[in-house]
């Protein structure tokens, strides 16, 4: 187990993977998402156990496929012990049995591997922004207890919570697009509309999914990668503009 202990007020996230060279690969992404921090990296679920107890982390991103363990076994020995961090799992395992453990054990997030960073950033995002709203809840209806359970009621605006480096000017102007897109709109389409980079579009639109104000579609080709596709959260639901999947 590696460890850090510099004091801030951060996402405290502990890194479970047995392959060291991932690993680092993982640590690296948490490190460029605010407010988020790793505090330790655990390669085996012994060692995540260990980590856990002595380093509290507030989240875990854990690995299934562990030399000692499966690793969805190591959720209940952490509660048993008392402790309530969330656990994010990222994984290659696609069996749907091993999803539907993983539900069943509370995960808040479910990443398949390989995955780019636009992946795990805007998980990322989305757990600090429910984590955020979790804390911050008083609950006095029935209302209350559902934006709990689903996040939100009502998509919230992503323009209030804007991580460092976004303007307002440029996510009010994606918003505005994005809104009024008679479907739904891949990056490249944003950008040619709004005059901003592709890179940037996509940043923006990310950010607006993980606030939960904006809805992802894959559509797939016949190369290359599925093309993520964004509709603001609300539109009726209708065929998608007709195009070829660019990878």
């Given at each position: 187990m590696i460890a850090t202990t510099d004091p801030t007020d951060t996402i405290d996230?502990?890194?479970?993977?047995?392959d060291f060279m991932v690993a680092r690969v993982h640590r690296t992404f948490v490190e460029r998402v605010?407010?988020?921090r790793v505090v330790g990296v655990a390669h085996t679920g012994e060692e995540a156990a260990r980590a856990v107890d002595e380093l509290h982390p507030d989240l875990v991103l854990l690995d299934l496929y562990l030399p000692d363990v499966f690793g969805l076994d190591v959720i209940p020995?952490?509660?048993t012990a008392g402790h309530d961090c969330d656990v994010m799992v990222i994984s290659a395992a696609r069996e749907a049995d091993t999803v539907r453990g993983a539900v069943r054990h509370?995960?808040?997030?479910?990443l398949l591997k390989p995955f780019e960073f636009d992946d795990l950033r805007a998980r990322l995002e989305r757990y600090a922004v429910q984590r955020g709203r979790l804390l911050a809840t008083v609950v006095?209806?029935?209302?209350d207890v559902d934006r709990v359970l689903a996040g939100a009621a009502v998509p919230a605006s992503g323009l209030s919570t804007l991580p460092k480096g976004m303007s307002v000017e440029t996510a009010a102007l994606i918003e505005r697009t994005l809104r009024a897109a008679d479907g739904t709109l891949s990056a490249a389409e944003c950008a040619t509309l709004t005059g901003v980079s592709r890179v940037s579009a996509r940043r923006y639109l990310e950010h607006f999914h993980a606030v939960g104000s904006a809805d992802v579609s894959l559509r797939y080709g016949t190369t290359g990668r599925p093309e993520r596709r964004y509709r603001y959260r609300g539109q009726p639901t209708g065929l998608q503009p007709s195009g070829e999947a660019r990878a």
């Amino acid at each position: 187990m590696i460890a850090t202990t510099d004091p801030t007020d951060t996402i405290d996230v502990l890194v479970v993977d047995d392959d060291f060279m991932v690993a680092r690969v993982h640590r690296t992404f948490v490190e460029r998402v605010e407010p988020f921090r790793v505090v330790g990296v655990a390669h085996t679920g012994e060692e995540a156990a260990r980590a856990v107890d002595e380093l509290h982390p507030d989240l875990v991103l854990l690995d299934l496929y562990l030399p000692d363990v499966f690793g969805l076994d190591v959720i209940p020995r952490l509660r048993t012990a008392g402790h309530d961090c969330d656990v994010m799992v990222i994984s290659a395992a696609r069996e749907a049995d091993t999803v539907r453990g993983a539900v069943r054990h509370g995960v808040v997030d479910y990443l398949l591997k390989p995955f780019e960073f636009d992946d795990l950033r805007a998980r990322l995002e989305r757990y600090a922004v429910q984590r955020g709203r979790l804390l911050a809840t008083v609950v006095r209806s029935q209302a209350d207890v559902d934006r709990v359970l689903a996040g939100a009621a009502v998509p919230a605006s992503g323009l209030s919570t804007l991580p460092k480096g976004m303007s307002v000017e440029t996510a009010a102007l994606i918003e505005r697009t994005l809104r009024a897109a008679d479907g739904t709109l891949s990056a490249a389409e944003c950008a040619t509309l709004t005059g901003v980079s592709r890179v940037s579009a996509r940043r923006y639109l990310e950010h607006f999914h993980a606030v939960g104000s904006a809805d992802v579609s894959l559509r797939y080709g016949t190369t290359g990668r599925p093309e993520r596709r964004y509709r603001y959260r609300g539109q009726p639901t209708g065929l998608q503009p007709s195009g070829e999947a660019r990878a």
